[in-house]
């Protein structure tokens, strides 16, 4: 079974550019969640989906983050304009639902450079 | 979410066992205990989980203490690959809230 994959692994934007991150969860999983680990910080909870559906978006920094779940399946995190402070890891993972859905499956991560 | 206090690093002989502590003084009884592990340049990976009992699996073990105040997770006999970051994060119910990170403890092994 394929796990979480993200895609890029790497991206270096400048300041004010624009960047879209992707995030295939595991098939079958209905909860998306979005984390992200800025320099020297501790790892932080940005948003959780259930299927196309915002559950909890109280992580989300700021306008300038837009993330999407069309069709409940892969999901998007935009960044734009993408800001020094962006730079860090950004996780995606996935978990199924109800009692079954108490382990999040994490990818690998992408790591944002902003220049 | 409650909070957690986990020392910031532990040294562990390979082959060895490890005791992982972790304080949750503010726990409720809603919440489950859930430990995550970091290996380097990898996403976070689920370890294990409790409520009141101690638990078990292929991974690791967690004691949790009688008043719920404190746990501990076990690897029985740590290899090099047991290197990583370990967090102890409580979560309200069984469900599929958010996890709350904090600091967690950096495992180091020694060959």
């Known amino acids: 079974e394929a796990g979480v994959t993200q895609f890029p692994s790497h991206s270096v934007i400048e300041k004010g550019q624009t960047v879209t991150l992707r995030c295939d969860p595991i098939s079958g999983h209905d909860n998306l969640y979005w984390y992200r680990r800025v320099m020297g910080k501790e790892i932080k909870f940005l948003l959780h989906?259930?299927?196309?559906?915002?559950?909890?978006e109280s992580g989300m920094p700021n306008n300038r983050f837009l993330a999407e779940r069309t069709g409940g399946t892969y999901s998007t995190l935009k960044v734009q304009p993408a800001e020094l402070e962006d730079s860090g890891v950004y996780f995606c993972?996935?978990?199924?639902?109800?009692?079954?859905?108490?382990?999040?499956?994490f990818g690998p991560g992408t790591r944002l450079t902003v220049t | 979410d409650a909070k957690t206090t986990q020392p910031n690093s532990m040294e562990s002989n390979e082959e060895e066992p490890v005791h992982l502590p972790c304080n949750h003084s503010t726990i409720s009884g809603t919440d489950y205990i859930h430990w995550y592990r970091q290996l380097p340049s990898q996403g976070p990976e689920y370890v294990i989980h409790?409520?009141?009992s101690n638990v078990n699996n292929r991974m690791a073990s967690l004691a949790i203490a009688e008043d719920r105040k404190s746990s501990t997770l076990i690897l029985h006999r740590a290899t090099l690959r047991d290197a990583a970051v370990y967090y102890c994060?409580?979560?309200?119910?069984?469900?599929?809230?958010?996890?709350?990170f904090g600091t967690g403890t950096r495992l180091t092994i020694i060959p």
């Open positions: 993972a996935s978990s199924l639902s109800g009692t079954g859905g108490h382990e999040q499956y």
């Open positions: 994060i409580l979560r309200v119910n069984f469900g599929n809230e958010k996890l709350t």
């Open positions: 989906f259930v299927k196309e559906s915002k559950q909890d």
């Open positions: 409790g409520l009141t």
